[in-house]
């Protein structure tokens, strides 16, 4: 408890020196803030636990900083939970939980405030609120568990605080914002664009998030989007045919596809288990991934515009994920794809294992390296790889090539 105390007196101490330093255009990375959502936090397979939370992106970056990075790490099986899949009932803690939080106690501060879940204006708005556990609101009890624990316990005097809030108030020098995830995922599982987030009012509530930020002084990064149909969580019916071993034309006539079809993991779990049919929601269109994909680089003009206007550095996750959907990545001897099973990606589809959150830590070094000529190392992938559940535990990985 003291030493916590000291660091925060110091941050006070060294903040002049700091908000200096970011004025003549250095890099500091003492104070390393995330403002996110379940794919910063490190949300893969279908749930937030630790043992992904300890190698997500922003994890890894603060490793080769060099810099303390406190997190909200969750015991397994972990809370929260992926769009697209059942929404699980709330029980913290859950089976095999004792205090949810781990170590215990956990720490008064977290820099790593990215809560699975959140909206754009969740991060604004949302704080946290008692009880603790609300049985009939996932959101707000995740909400609760990540910003709100321990400092719900300790008394009714201390403050809670949004994301955006809770960021400010850590001083923090260098921040990363990745938002708008969670909003294209919910509306790409459903196959309906009409779900995304209006345009102007997404411009509007990013433009009040960076803003907050810059009295901070701090070096902002602001990813973003990445194209769901980029990710493992929508499969053609070559991929299908790949996991099944049936032939993709079979495929295609025995569930009556449509040329451009993508399925998601429930349709290939179900063509797997030779179904008579598929449920028309495990099946999305051409079309309709086209609107969704229009509207996704909406939005990221929304970003690149907010960024811009506040002097915060653009980082093109999208692109990156693109970049993996295209060509894949060589791991030693290992084809990693963005299939699903390929290598990239959990088991949810959407969300990267160790080894994709590696390369977009490395990504991002190279940006600030490049802008900063800072000489941050990268991560050898050929040392993740090898434990990264993702990779470990497909059955097989699909020929390179493969679509």
């Known amino acids: 408890m003291k030493k916590r105390a000291m660091a925060l007196v110091l941050l006070f101490f060294l903040r002049p020196w700091a908000l200096q330093a970011q004025q003549v255009g250095t890099l500091d990375t003492t104070t390393f803030v995330v403002v996110g959502e379940g794919l910063a936090a490190g949300l893969a397979d279908f749930a937030l636990r630790d043992v992904y939370q300890k190698n997500n992106f922003p994890a890894l970056m603060a490793k080769q900083f060099d810099t303390a990075f406190p997190q909200p790490l969750i015991q397994p099986p972990g809370i929260g ?4 899949f059942q929404e699980l009932p709330v029980a913290v803690p859950g089976p095999y939980q004792t205090s949810v ?12 405030l990215a809560v699975p879940g959140h909206h754009l204006t969740d ?11 609300q049985q009939n609101n996932a959101k707000q009890t995740v909400t609760n568990v990540i910003l709100g624990h321990p400092a719900m316990i300790l008394g009714t005097d201390n403050p809670l605080w949004s994301q955006v809030e809770y960021a400010v108030q850590m001083f923090p020098t260098l921040v990363l914002v990745e938002l708008g995830y969670t909003e294209v995922l919910e509306a790409a599982v459903k196959g309906d664009a009409n779900l995304m987030p209006d345009q102007a009012a997404f411009r509007s509530n990013y433009a009040k998030a960076l803003s907050a930020l810059q009295p901070t ?7 973003t989007i990445p194209d769901p149909f980029d990710t493992a969580y929508w499969s053609t ?11 993709a034309d079979t495929i295609i006539s025995k569930y009556g596809l449509k040329d451009g079809d993508l399925l998601s993991p429930h349709a290939l779990f179900a063509i797997g288990a030779e179904a008579e049919k598929l449920q028309p929601e495990w099946v999305v269109s051409a079309a309709n991934a086209a609107a969704i994909s229009a509207r996704v680089r909406g939005l990221n003009s929304e970003i690149t515009g907010a960024a811009q206007q506040a002097g915060a550095i653009l980082y093109d996750l999208n692109a990156l994920f693109a970049r993996i959907r295209a060509s894949g990545v060589n791991v030693g001897d290992l084809k990693l794809t963005a299939n699903y099973l390929g290598g990239i990606y ?3 589809g959407s969300y990267p294992g160790w080894t994709g959150h590696a390369l977009i830590a490395n990504d991002i070094l190279a940006l600030l390296n490049q802008k900063f000529g800072t000489s941050f190392a990268a991560i050898d992938l050929s040392k993740v790889a090898p434990d990264d559940p993702a990779v470990r535990f497909r059955p097989f990985l699909l020929p390179e090539g493969a679509k």
């Open 123 to 133: 991060a604004l708005n949302l704080r946290p609120t008692p009880p603790l556990v």
């Open 346 to 348: 959990s088991f949810s």
């Open 237 to 247: 019916p070559a991929v299908a045919s790949q996991l099944s071993y049936l032939p």
């Open 101 to 112: 939080r781990t170590p215990f106690p956990p720490p008064i501060f977290v820099f790593n």
């Open 81 to 84: 939970s992926v769009p697209g």
């Open 217 to 223: 002084f701090a070096t902002v990064i602001a990813t």
